[in-house]
């Protein structure tokens, strides 16, 4: 099983919300919205529920920039079989405004890692 009992039922608490806040998952690559993620009193884990979704959430910056990357395909398909109400699933976080939005936080990380080249940590 690549997913934990306790973490599949955090995650199926989850609910969609229309207002729900993006932001980039520097170590994953990708977008995730607070929706995604339940709050870690939700949680029993020193690590947040997104560390165990870095797969999915890379997976699905790949689908958004249509590069997939086949190496990180299983999580993203074992999550669609158990969890397909998970908002991490819903068509426009995968296409449209998300493609565009996750432009712009690559194009920023790729300005910082530069300026970190040029000037040093």
Same mark, same amino acid.
Do not use: Q
């Given at each position: 099983m690549l997913f =934990?009992?306790?973490l599949l039922d955090a995650l199926r608490a989850c609910q969609y919300s229309p207002t729900a806040t993006c932001s980039y998952d520097l170590?994953?690559?990708?977008?995730?919205w607070d929706d995604e993620?339940?709050?870690r009193t939700d949680y029993d884990s020193n690590l947040r529920a997104s560390v165990h979704?870095?797969?999915v959430i890379a997976y699905r910056a =790949?689908?958004?920039l249509n590069e997939p990357r086949t190496d990180l @395909? @299983?999580?993203w398909v074992e999550l669609m079989r158990l969890l397909p109400a998970w908002p991490g699933f819903r068509p426009e976080r995968v296409a449209g405004e998300a493609k565009r939005l996750l432009k712009v936080y690559k194009y920023k990380e790729s300005k910082a890692i530069q300026r970190? @080249?040029?000037d040093g940590f």
């Open positions: =934990s009992p306790l170590m994953a690559g990708g977008l995730i993620i339940p709050p979704l870095r797969k =790949s689908l958004i @395909e @299983e999580d970190l @080249e040029r």
